[in-house]
């Protein structure tokens, strides 16, 4: 496994997992969400969720703007993103 492979996991694991002043807000959930569907999954794909579902709506939209990012970028901004939430 690659170093960032291995630190994006952490990462992940991090985000997963936290609590209290630690916890991202849901701006960050939704950007921490299109990141790490970009590094697992790559492009985003299939139809846009209908107007009524709100959440499947504005994950596709968060996913969406981070098209065509590379597996690696992502994991790295991912990363990078945390270690700022972080401080």
Do not use: C, H
């Not at 690659?2 to 209290?20: C, H, M, P, R, Y």
């Not at 569907?37 to 846009?48: L, S, Y």
């Not at 703007?65 to 945390?82: F, N």
């Amino acid at each position: 496994m690659s170093d960032l492979k291995a630190k994006f996991e952490e990462a992940v694991n991090f985000i997963q997992t936290a609590e209290g002043d630690t916890k991202p807000s849901n701006e960050l959930k939704l950007e921490f969400y299109a990141l790490y569907k970009q590094a697992t999954e790559g492009d985003v794909n299939g139809k846009r969720p209908g107007m009524m579902d709100f959440v499947g709506r504005a994950k596709y939209d968060a996913w969406e703007k981070v098209k065509g990012m590379s597996a690696d970028d992502a994991m790295q901004k991912y990363i990078d993103r945390l270690g700022a939430l972080k401080g």
